[in-house]
């Protein structure tokens, strides 16, 4: 397994600014968004694989290299999962808003950027599970697709990676621009996710491959990520504003997998009119 990652000169902030200015230019850029997020959180990324190198958890990932993306792209396999699974879970996200699995494409994005520096495969495999646990993580948290789903799971990621400049960057971006709600209470909803993610194991290292059959619930709770009700005392926040590149395409709606698989049950999830009751 080897240890290089990087070659020294490679300029983080240069980088990350050339490609923010392309993410917000006149026309939205999707693929900059990820040289973005790489140059802005390198030195986390850096710590993190060597955190990953030095656990027996980690070190047996980047031995194997599983493809994770494999399944979760894989819709008929997604479909056998049991209902209230993780991976019934995330197929639910993924089909409620007609996104696809993944964020970034490894061979036109990913793969470049890691071969233009020279890094090592392994950290390469990083890197990219990384992306791919993107709406994973969306999941695990309960966080929707819309831009207030995405504050929440930006700050649950942030307290996953500690000190990070990708994630502090576009969390004050988002906090700044996203509609729906008043800065405090985006910046409630951001540090209460960031609590919620510092708390929960290194989710990095969690075999996803195994997991996706388990109920969401226990994946939760081995995993030690807090339920919603804990973490994010006033709900959670949602935003129908959209930034204004993506055409005419109708915002995301509120998701709420446990009240769905309520609803499908026979359950009435509606809160009473005395209001919501504890316990």
């Known amino acids: ?15 990350g600014l050339r490609a923010l200015a392309h993410v917000f230019g006149l026309r939205f850029n999707h693929d ?12 986390t990324f850096q710590r993190e694989y060597r955190k990953l190198r030095e656990s027996p958890e980690g070190r047996r990932l980047l031995e194997d290299k599983p493809d994770l993306m494999a399944l979760l792209g894989d819709g008929d396999y997604l479909a056998t999962l049991p209902p209230g699974s993780l991976g019934a879970a995330y197929r ?4 409620m808003h007609r996104l696809d699995a993944g964020v970034f494409d490894a061979a036109d994005v990913i793969q470049p950027i890691v071969e233009r520096n020279g890094w090592d495969p392994d950290f390469g495999y990083m890197i990219h599970r990384g992306t791919v646990l993107h709406d994973v993580f969306h999941v695990l948290g309960g966080y929707g697709p819309d831009l207030g789903g995405e504050i929440g799971n930006l700050g649950f990621t942030h307290g996953q990676l500690g000190n990070c400049r990708t994630t502090a960057v576009f969390g004050v971006i988002a906090c700044a621009i996203v509609g729906g709600g008043s800065w405090q209470r985006k ?3 951001w540090n209460e996710a960031v609590d919620r993610g510092r708390a929960a194991r290194i989710l ?13 619930s226990e994946v ?14 006033d709900g959670h926040f949602y935003s129908p504003w959209q930034l204004p590149v ?21 359950v009435d999830d509606r809160i009473p009119a005395s209001g919501p009751t504890t316990g």
């Open 92 to 95: 639910d996200f993924l089909r």
């Open 1 to 15: 397994m080897g240890t290089h990652v990087t070659d020294t000169t490679y300029g983080q902030w240069r980088t």
């Open 204 to 216: 990095m290292a969690a075999p996803y491959e195994e997991l996706l059959g388990r109920p969401l």
């Open 32 to 43: 900059k968004v990820f040289e973005a997020v790489l140059a802005f959180g390198f030195p």
């Open 246 to 266: 993506g055409g005419d395409a109708d915002p995301f709606e509120p998701w709420d997998y446990e009240a769905t698989l309520m609803r499908a049950d026979g």
């Open 187 to 189: 910046r409630q909803y």
């Open 220 to 233: 939760r709770e081995l995993l030690q990520v807090a339920p919603a009700s804990t973490a994010h005392p």
